[in-house]
C-alpha cells in the first residue's frame, strides 16, 4: 500500500512556540490530506482536511488561526501549532488521499506542551 | 451527518477463539465502511474495506468483515485469535457520495487475547 510519513514522530515543546508537523506521500501524489487529532484513548476527530493549492477547510471547533495548514504540494502538507498550550498536547495524525476512496495514514505526531 | 458507533469499549478473547468486534453505522447514502488497526503509540494501519459487491470482504492478517445493509452492521472477524491480535480497532465510514471525503470514526475498541 501506499506510504505516508509524518516528521517529527514526536515533539516536546514550551508553552507559547509553535510546532510545525510534516505529513508526507512517499509515492503517490495526494490530491487530498486530513488531520486528526486523538486524545488518550479516545478517537480520532478530524480536525481540517486540505486540498492541494487550496485552503484548508476546518471542522466546527477547531481554530484555524490556532492550527495553520499548508498543502503546497502534491506531496507535502504541513500543520502547525501556533503558540502551542498544554492543551494542545494530543497525538496528530496526518491521511492523504489520492483519486481512489482510501486514505493511508501517518503514522502520528506526539506533541507534548510544557 | 455520518456516524459510527463500536459498542464494545473492550473486547476479551482466549487464544485460538474466534473474535468479533461490533460497528454499526449511519450516513444518508451508500457507506464505503473501513477497519483500521492500532498499536501503542503508531498510526493506523489498514485492515479491510467495503466499497461494493460482495457483503463478506477479506482484509489483512486474517480478518474478514460482513456488511449487513438491513442492519446496518460491517462487525470485523476472526476465525482464530492470536496474541499479537491485541491492538486497539477502530470502524470508520463515509458517504460514498463525490465531495466529502473525510473518515467519521467510531471511538475503538481495545481488544485483548489471553494467551
Known amino acids: 500500500g501506499a506510504v505516508v510519513s509524518q516528521h517529527p514522530s514526536r515533539v516536546i515543546c514550551k508553552s507559547g512556540t509553535s510546532v510545525k508537523i510534516e505529513c508526507r506521500s512517499l509515492?503517490?501524489?495526494?490530491?487530498?490530506m486530513f488531520w486528526y487529532r486523538q486524545f488518550p484513548k479516545k478517537s480520532l476527530m478530524l480536525m481540517a482536511t486540505s486540498n492541494e493549492g487550496s485552503k484548508a477547510t476546518y471542522e466546527q471547533g477547531v481554530e484555524k488561526d490556532k492550527f495553520l495548514i499548508n498543502h503546497a504540494s502534491l506531496t507535502l502538507s504541513t500543520l502547525t501549532v501556533t503558540s502551542a498550550h498544554p492543551e494542545d498536547s494530543s497525538f496528530y495524525i496526518c491521511?492523504?488521499?489520492?483519486?481512489?476512496?482510501?486514505?493511508?495514514f501517518g503514522p502520528g505526531t506526539r506533541l507534548t506542551v510544557l | 451527518a455520518q456516524s459510527v458507533a463500536q459498542p464494545e469499549d473492550q473486547v476479551n478473547v482466549a487464544e485460538g477463539n474466534p473474535l468479533t468486534v461490533k460497528c454499526t453505522y449511519s450516513v444518508s447514502g451508500n457507506p464505503y465502511l473501513f477497519w483500521y488497526v492500532q498499536y501503542p503509540n503508531r498510526g493506523l494501519q489498514f485492515l479491510l474495506k467495503y466499497i461494493t459487491g460482495d457483503n463478506l470482504v477479506k482484509g489483512s492478517y486474517g480478518f474478514e468483515a460482513e456488511f449487513n445493509k438491513s442492519q446496518t452492521s460491517f462487525h470485523l472477524k476472526k476465525p482464530s485469535a492470536l496474541v499479537s491480535d491485541s491492538a486497539l480497532y477502530f470502524c470508520a465510514v463515509r458517504e460514498s457520495i463525490a465531495g466529502r471525503r473525510a473518515l467519521t470514526f467510531g471511538s475503538g475498541t481495545r481488544l485483548q487475547v489471553q494467551p
Open positions: 491521511s492523504a488521499s489520492g483519486r481512489g476512496n482510501e486514505q493511508f
Open positions: 509515492d503517490f501524489q495526494a490530491t487530498t
